[in-house]
């Protein structure tokens, strides 16, 4: 985790039709939030293997190649039967519509396979990507990239996110002459996670990769590490007494 900052912002708007709940009583509503940012150390990789051919043996037989040549890999780069995930073979009909004869004309059948990989270091991706087979029927894409610790830094940022808001509370209050009394209605908004672009020498951005791979030789996909800003945010109901 490199940094955690808070800071402390009024939400009187959000929490309005909370509020309409406390008759007559003065309240405060505020908002608290903590957020940091962590290098990610999961990296997902999902790759589709389909086709679609009159030929059903030969592009069943070329997807089932395809599919037995990601499992070589999986095992040559000893990977945890955890980080890995391989769907059933689908096989579904293909048609268009052709206006002229006014029917639907069978196209044959596509067959599809979609295998999801994890890996644990960038590099691994990498690799990975450019050893995979070189085809048209071969689909990539790199979701969002992720960090292991996230659940551990999910209830941190809830505890300074709730410590956020009550120091906001207790300075509003105290400013007017009075003091919080009980909690009235507490919220959590959500867990917010997003990529953002570090400024700092040495980090790189995330980049989704995605698309057909080409029998015709291409350029190194390239791939940046990046940082995950995660984000909590609390809104608090309190009640005001003298």
Same mark, same amino acid.
């Given at each position: 985790? =490199?940094? !955690? +900052?808070?800071?402390?912002?009024?939400?009187?708007?959000?929490?309005?039709?909370?509020?309409?709940?406390?008759?007559?009583?003065?309240? !405060?509503?505020?908002?608290?939030?903590?957020? %940091?940012?962590?290098?990610?150390?999961?990296? *997902?990789?999902?790759? /589709?293997? =389909?086709? %679609?051919?009159?030929?059903?043996?030969?592009?069943?037989?070329?997807?089932?190649?395809?599919?037995?040549?990601?499992? $070589?890999? %999986?095992?040559?780069?000893?990977?945890?039967?955890?980080?890995?995930?391989?769907?059933?073979?689908?096989?579904?009909?293909?048609?268009?519509?052709?206006?002229?004869?006014?029917?639907?004309?069978?196209?044959?059948?596509?067959? #599809?396979?979609?295998? =999801?990989?994890?890996?644990?270091?960038?590099?691994?991706?990498?690799?990975?990507?450019?050893?995979?087979?070189?085809?048209?029927?071969?689909?990539?894409?790199?979701?969002?990239?992720?960090?292991?610790?996230?659940?551990?830094?999910?209830?941190?940022?809830?505890?300074?996110? &709730?410590?956020? $808001?009550?120091?906001? $509370?207790?300075?509003?209050?105290? #400013? &007017?002459?009075?003091?919080?009394?009980?909690?009235?209605?507490?919220?959590?908004?959500?867990?917010?996670?997003?990529?953002?672009?570090?400024?700092?020498?040495? /980090?790189?951005?995330?980049?989704?990769? +995605?698309?057909?791979?080409?029998?015709? *030789? $291409? *350029?190194?996909?390239? @791939?940046?590490?990046?940082? !995950?800003? @995660?984000?909590?945010?609390?809104?608090?109901?309190?009640?005001?007494?003298?």
């Amino acid at each position: 985790m =490199k940094r !955690i +900052s808070v800071s402390l912002v009024l939400a009187l708007s959000v929490l309005g039709a909370q509020a309409q709940s406390i008759s007559g009583q003065p309240f !405060i509503a505020v908002h608290g939030k903590a957020k %940091t940012e962590v290098v990610p150390d999961v990296f *997902p990789l999902e790759i /589709t293997l =389909k086709d %679609t051919s009159l030929d059903a043996a030969a592009t069943q037989a070329e997807i089932e190649g395809h599919a037995q040549q990601v499992v $070589a890999l %999986t095992k040559a780069m000893t990977m945890a039967d955890r980080d890995v995930e391989i769907s059933n073979l689908s096989v579904s009909p293909e048609y268009r519509w052709d206006d002229k004869e006014d029917k639907q004309v069978f196209l044959g059948n596509t067959y #599809a396979r979609t295998i =999801k990989l994890r890996f644990h270091a960038l590099a691994d991706l990498q690799k990975a990507i450019d050893a995979l087979p070189k085809s048209k029927q071969v689909q990539l894409d790199t979701g969002n990239f992720q960090s292991s610790k996230q659940d551990d830094i999910r209830r941190q940022l809830l505890a300074q996110a &709730v410590q956020d $808001a009550r120091k906001t $509370a207790d300075i509003m209050a105290g #400013a &007017v002459g009075k003091r919080i009394g009980s909690v009235h209605n507490i919220s959590n908004q959500g867990f917010n996670v997003r990529y953002v672009e570090s400024n700092e020498a040495g /980090t790189l951005d995330s980049v989704m990769v +995605s698309g057909a791979r080409a029998p015709a *030789p $291409a *350029p190194p996909v390239a @791939l940046r590490e990046g940082v !995950i800003q @995660l984000v909590q945010d609390v809104y608090i109901i309190y009640t005001m007494a003298d």
